[in-house]
Nanobody, 124 residues
């Protein structure tokens, strides 16, 4: 089992940047595919980005391509999401996710473990 704790959320103006971190417990972090999802008020949780267990493959939602970058540091058991050129529509609670068996997370059904979420608010 793995426990996930997000940090790095906050309030930022449109056009600004934030970096989210997700600290994972356990010695098997490097064997999990990881990802980020987000959920805005009144909306369903949606996929944002994913990275394979070795970090060789990544995937992004169309809405964040070219602005967000997902990465992982297995030595630190930490997942990151660098968010640049933020827009008000990026405002949401961002969740870290882990999959034990999927090569690359694509949907919520692929996720075995969730973090508690971190709020990102982008003002216009």
């Amino acid at each position: 089992q793995v426990q996930l704790v997000e940090s790095g959320g906050g309030l930022v103006q449109a056009g600004g940047s934030l970096r989210l971190s997700c600290a994972a417990s356990g010695r098997t972090f490097s064997s999990y595919a990881m990802g980020w999802f987000r959920q805005a008020p009144g909306q369903e949780r949606e996929f944002v980005a994913a990275i394979s267990w070795r970090g060789g493959s990544t995937d992004y939602a169309d809405s964040v391509k070219g602005r967000f970058t997902i990465s992982r540091d297995s030595a630190k058991n930490t997942l990151y999401l660098q968010m640049n050129s933020l827009k008000p529509e990026d405002t949401a609670v961002y969740y870290c996710a882990a999959s034990r068996y999927k090569a690359l997370i694509a949907t919520m059904l692929d996720v075995d473990y969730w973090g508690q979420g971190t709020q990102v608010t982008v003002s216009s």
